[in-house]
């Protein structure tokens, strides 16, 4: 039916726990931090997202509109959704000799030698994420 | 089109004569809008068929009005229609190919053979329809119900004997179909795990009336799992609730907002949800806004 073919497919887990518009947005920012989504590319359709994994078309399209809502994607009438940008900033920052991660790392092994768990030392970061973060949610 | 694809008010139907008679539908009310894919579910013997059939045209109400796709009369609407009963009424004797021929021919001017050849997909040509396995019939019940690309799709127990492959498949086209032509779907199950994740509306019917119905995300959001200490659940609407020592766990309707200083709070599943409406059959009904019939004055006016 489309000339070109979509760039992603979305896999659909109904055990995760995880809301399934939200399995879509992130695969699809997982998509773009990995450069297997790059600008231009196509998304597919509701229909050819919910033809493969049997999910609800308004899903697909709250995930979609979430995602246009971020600056990720643009909807243009009739030919589809489309990639403007890329999660690139991520990529130097994730690399083995970044500054960020050298610091995370020396602070895990602080936190192994004060005798935390991994559960432990988790659960702490979570918390200190989520009050770092707090607020970018509803922006 | 007024954006309803079925509208029930105080719908009754009983079977049986005289005080002995089963109440199989009873002050049932509720409003689908268009465009929804809608999951009809509850115990067995709930009413779900029989709110199919007669908003399939197929029965008529004891008491109550029943509106389908704007026309008072569900019957006269059967043609923009597609109905596929519990047990997949064809005819045994005609042949895959004769069968879809005849779909073509008595739906002139609608038949889509395209999306019909393509769900008979793997279905032998030459084969009787009695020499079908259960799921090979229900693949056939449903290329003609696509085929005749109708408005409002009534599917009874729809993938209970289909393979989880062909169940999956099924389901991908019946969302395709909705995506692609805004087709409103209604699917009965007494299984929710089957319909969960293809469905955005929720009718859940339980002893011939509707006690939940709306938005699914909604009706979820409505409620809360709170566990704690032993107190005070008010102001909330408890649906159910269990005492362990001195922690009580209660799922409840929300009034207002939740003391979470007191509660650790979380939102249950859809069938945690039913499940405890099941076990607590005096628990109020709620309907969302958009499941609400409309008001008394329209149906005057409308008369």
Redesign the interface.
């Known amino acids: 039916m489309t000339a070109e073919s979509a760039a992603v497919e979305f896999r659909?887990d109904?055990r995760s726990g995880v809301a399934?518009y939200l399995q879509i947005v992130q695969q699809t920012k997982q998509a773009l931090r990995l450069g297997v989504l790059e600008p231009g590319d196509r998304l597919p359709?509701?229909?050819e997202v919910?033809?493969?994994?049997?999910?609800?078309?308004?899903?697909?399209l709250k995930a979609y509109r979430e995602l246009e809502r971020e600056g990720l994607v643009e909807a243009r009438r009739g030919l589809g959704t489309f990639v403007r940008r890329t999660l690139g900033g991520a990529a130097d920052a994730t690399a083995a000799d970044a500054p960020l991660r050298t610091e995370l790392a020396d602070w895990a092994r602080r936190a192994r030698a004060a005798g935390l768990e991994k559960d432990d030392v988790g659960a702490l970061f979570t918390a200190v994420l989520d009050s770092t973060y707090k607020g970018d949610e509803e922006r | 089109m007024n954006g309803v694809a079925i509208e029930a008010r105080g719908l009754a139907r009983t079977y049986g004569r005289g005080g002995g008679g089963h109440r199989a539908l009873h002050d049932c009310s509720f409003r689908l809008p268009a465009g929804r894919v809608c999951a009809l579910v509850g115990p067995n013997g709930a009413g779900k068929s029989t709110l199919l059939n007669l908003a399939a045209g197929l029965d008529r109400p004891g008491a109550g009005t029943l509106s389908v796709l704007g026309s008072r009369d569900p019957a006269a609407v059967r043609g923009r229609i597609a109905h596929v009963a519990q047990d997949k009424p064809l005819y045994p004797q005609l042949t895959v190919a004769d069968t879809l021929w005849a779909g073509a021919e008595l739906n002139p001017g609608r038949w889509d053979r395209a999306t019909a050849d393509r769900v008979a997909g793997t279905l032998p040509g030459t084969a009787r329809v009695r020499a079908l396995s259960g799921g090979q019939r229900t693949r056939l019940a449903l290329a003609l119900a696509l085929g005749k690309r109708p408005e409002l799709m009534l599917l009874d127990e729809p993938m209970a004997d289909l393979d989880p492959l062909a169940r999956h498949e099924l389901m991908g086209v019946l969302m395709a179909e909705a995506a692609e032509h805004g087709t409103s779907i209604v699917m009965s199950s007494h299984i929710l795990t089957e319909l969960e994740g293809a469905c955005d509306y929720l009718l859940f019917v339980d002893g011939g009336r509707v006690r939940l119905g709306g938005e699914a995300e909604d009706i979820v959001s409505a409620h809360a799992l709170l566990t704690g200490r032993d107190g005070d659940l008010a102001p909330h609407t408890v649906v159910e609730s269990r005492t362990t020592g001195r922690q009580l766990t209660a799922l409840v309707r929300k009034e207002g907002p939740v003391d979470t200083t007191a509660w650790s709070v979380s939102e249950p599943s859809l069938e945690e949800l039913l499940l405890a409406h099941l076990r607590a059959p005096d628990a109020p009904p709620l309907l969302t806004p958009s499941a609400v019939p409309g008001a008394v004055r329209e149906a005057v006016a409308s008369a």
């Not at chain 1, 919910?50 to 697909?60: L, Q, S």
């Open positions: 659909i109904r399934t359709t509701a229909r919910v033809e493969a994994t049997a999910i609800n078309p308004n899903t697909v």
